[in-house]
């Protein structure tokens, strides 16, 4: 292994944790990288020895993104009782989280006893903020694993989340009253007299829930990250499920706003 002159060699320690241990050889290139303790080389790590490491972490991170616990065995080995251990807490878990959904509906069962035609575009709101929510927990979890950003970026990454989800509601959200205006006009569905305040409701409300979806999925890994939770944690059914509480509650907070009046 050739070192520059201007740089002290690249080493280890008998506790360094296999993730960092494979960043290091990635970072710099390296085909072996020694173990040193108290200045004694006990020996050396070879890319070789490392790749099984590297892929036992991603799957480990890909099945916790999943919304489960890691395998410890391939799929196919795996008993029947230890897969729905493995599959059964987490959604359990997230399954009781999704009642909150219903809570948040059951607030607002008054308006929509009023406007029923809000109930149609619930699961369009309902997974367009989830969509961008896992959107953000994607990046920033694989940009915290290859140490691209830190825990002290965070506000970094709210800077640039907050316009781009701004961006991309505005996107979905013409794209929706295009949708409501085009089906109006062409008469495949009658949305009453006051279809243009719906279209505007739908639209308004893409753009606050692409947002929030947006700022709040890329900020839970490094809660997590604080706390001392692996960020991969931060899994697209959890991401979704708290995007859908919150994004019925803001798609009823403008429909009360907007539709206040008229419908409501």
Same mark, same amino acid.
């Given at each position: 292994?050739?070192?520059?002159?201007?740089?002290?060699?690249?080493?280890?320690?008998?506790?360094?944790?296999?993730?960092?241990?494979?960043?290091?050889?990635?970072?710099?290139?390296?085909?072996?990288?020694?173990? +040193?303790?108290?200045?004694?080389?006990?020996?050396?790590?070879?890319?070789?020895?490392?790749?099984?490491?590297?892929?036992?972490?991603?799957?480990?991170?890909?099945?916790?993104?999943?919304?489960?616990? /890691?395998?410890?065995?391939?799929?196919?080995?795996?008993?029947?009782? /230890?897969?729905?251990?493995?599959?059964?807490?987490?959604?359990?878990?997230?399954?009781?989280?999704?009642?909150?959904?219903?809570?948040?509906?059951?607030?607002?069962?008054?308006?929509?006893?009023?406007?029923?035609?809000?109930?149609?575009?619930?699961?369009?709101?309902?997974?367009?903020?989830?969509?961008?929510?896992?959107? /953000?927990?994607?990046?920033?979890?694989?940009?915290?694993?290859?140490?691209?950003?830190?825990?002290?970026?965070?506000?970094? +990454?709210?800077?640039?989340?907050?316009?781009?989800?701004?961006?991309?509601?505005?996107?979905?959200?013409?794209?929706?009253?295009?949708?409501?205006?085009?089906?109006?006009?062409?008469?495949?569905?009658?949305?009453?007299?006051?279809?243009?305040?719906?279209?505007?409701?739908?639209?308004?409300?893409?753009?606050?829930?692409?947002?929030?979806?947006?700022?709040?999925?890329?900020?839970?890994?490094?809660?997590?990250?604080?706390?001392?939770?692996?960020?991969?944690? /931060?899994?697209?059914?959890?991401?979704?499920?708290?995007?859908?509480?919150?994004?019925?509650?803001?798609?009823?907070?403008?429909?009360?706003?907007?539709?206040?009046?008229?419908?409501?």
């Amino acid at each position: 292994m050739t070192v520059a002159p201007d740089r002290a060699p690249v080493t280890v320690t008998p506790l360094t944790d296999r993730e960092t241990l494979a960043q290091t050889i990635s970072k710099y290139d390296l085909l072996a990288v020694p173990v +040193v303790d108290h200045g004694k080389i006990l020996g050396i790590v070879t890319i070789d020895d490392i790749i099984d490491t590297m892929i036992e972490e991603t799957t480990e991170d890909a099945h916790r993104f999943g919304g489960m616990e /890691a395998l410890d065995e391939p799929y196919m080995k795996m008993s029947f009782l /230890a897969m729905i251990r493995k599959r059964g807490g987490w959604l359990c878990a997230l399954f009781i989280s999704e009642m909150l959904t219903a809570n948040a509906m059951q607030s607002y069962e008054g308006e929509l006893e009023k406007a029923i035609v809000l109930t149609l575009f619930i699961p369009l709101i309902m997974s367009s903020g989830g969509n961008s929510g896992s959107q /953000a927990t994607s990046l920033v979890i694989r940009a915290l694993a290859l140490r691209e950003i830190g825990l002290g970026d965070w506000w970094r +990454v709210a800077l640039r989340e907050l316009p781009t989800g701004l961006v991309l509601g505005a996107m979905l959200g013409v794209v929706g009253i295009c949708r409501i205006a085009l089906w109006q006009y062409m008469g495949f569905y009658d949305y009453g007299p006051h279809w243009p305040l719906i279209a505007t409701t739908v639209g308004t409300a893409l753009v606050g829930i692409v947002t929030f979806g947006s700022l709040s999925g890329s900020m839970l890994p490094f809660a997590l990250k604080r706390i001392g939770f692996d960020p991969a944690s /931060a899994s697209a059914p959890f991401v979704a499920t708290l995007v859908d509480v919150t994004g019925l509650v803001i798609y009823f907070s403008v429909a009360l706003v907007i539709l206040r009046g008229t419908l409501l």
